[in-house]
């Protein structure tokens, strides 16, 4: 079966610091997509990414898709304190089922 | 356009009984599926409903149950329960032809 591995698992860094999050798959990736979910709360839908190569930017943040499709990258430029949270990968299985299976999460702490 | 909403926010039962929640999706949109969030298992696909049928479902056991109405409200049952299903139910709803899921707040159930 298909897994996503993000890393790192837990990250802090200062404001105004630049980061970035890992998404490995094991298998080829169908759809990615990132969410963002502050704890005990629901997911914010970030971007979604399909095409190897892909790249999209939504304010600070930019994600990217490699060209095998295998890994995604989420970047944050000059972070916030309302940049932290728990940010997900999912990624669907390309069986059309729309059910998503997701990375461990990776948690931000943003220092004022 | 409201978003996804979920009822209710948070519940406690005890081993044993079985809970209802409530998914009401953000009009238009006909497809809804339901996650299980967990430290230890993270975020897992429990089933996916559209047009009041259920067309996926994950690898959770018989008691876990869902149906959909005509106005694509959602529900999810769990009967008999145990400790280890305590957890933060989600639900997200889709629009049909898009891939982008879009997550409600959770209920948050523990089971005492």
């Known amino acids: 079966s298909q897994e996503l591995e993000q890393s790192p698992q837990s990250l802090i860094v200062q404001e105004g610091k630049n980061l970035t999050i890992n998404c490995t798959s094991s298998k080829t990736l169908y759809g990615l997509y990132w969410y963002k979910q502050k704890y005990g709360e629901g997911l914010i839908f970030l971007m979604m990414l399909q095409k190897g190569g892909e790249e999209k930017s939504h304010e600070k943040i930019t994600a990217k898709l490699d060209e095998k499709k295998q890994q995604s990258s989420l970047h944050i430029t000059a972070s916030q304190p309302s940049h932290a949270g728990i940010y997900l990968c999912g990624a669907d299985d390309g069986t059309g089922a729309n059910n998503l299976f997701f990375g461990t999460g990776t948690r931000l702490t943003v220092i004022p | 356009k409201a978003g996804v909403t979920q009822t209710p926010r948070y519940l406690i039962k005890t081993r044993g009984q079985q809970v209802t929640l409530s998914c009401s999706p953000i009009s238009g949109h006909r497809s809804v599926s339901w996650y299980q969030q967990t430290p230890g298992q993270g975020l897992q696909f429990l089933f996916e409903?559209?047009?009041?049928?259920?067309?996926n479902k994950g690898n959770f056991p018989g008691r876990f149950s869902g149906r959909q109405f005509s106005n694509s409200r959602s529900e999810m049952n769990v009967s008999t329960l145990e400790l280890g299903d305590s957890a933060l139910y989600l639900c997200?709803?889709?629009?049909?032809?898009?891939?982008?899921?879009?997550f409600g707040p959770g209920t948050r159930l523990t089971v005492l």
């Open positions: 409903y559209f047009s009041e049928t259920q067309r």
């Open positions: 997200a709803s889709r629009r049909t032809g898009y891939s982008e899921q879009f």
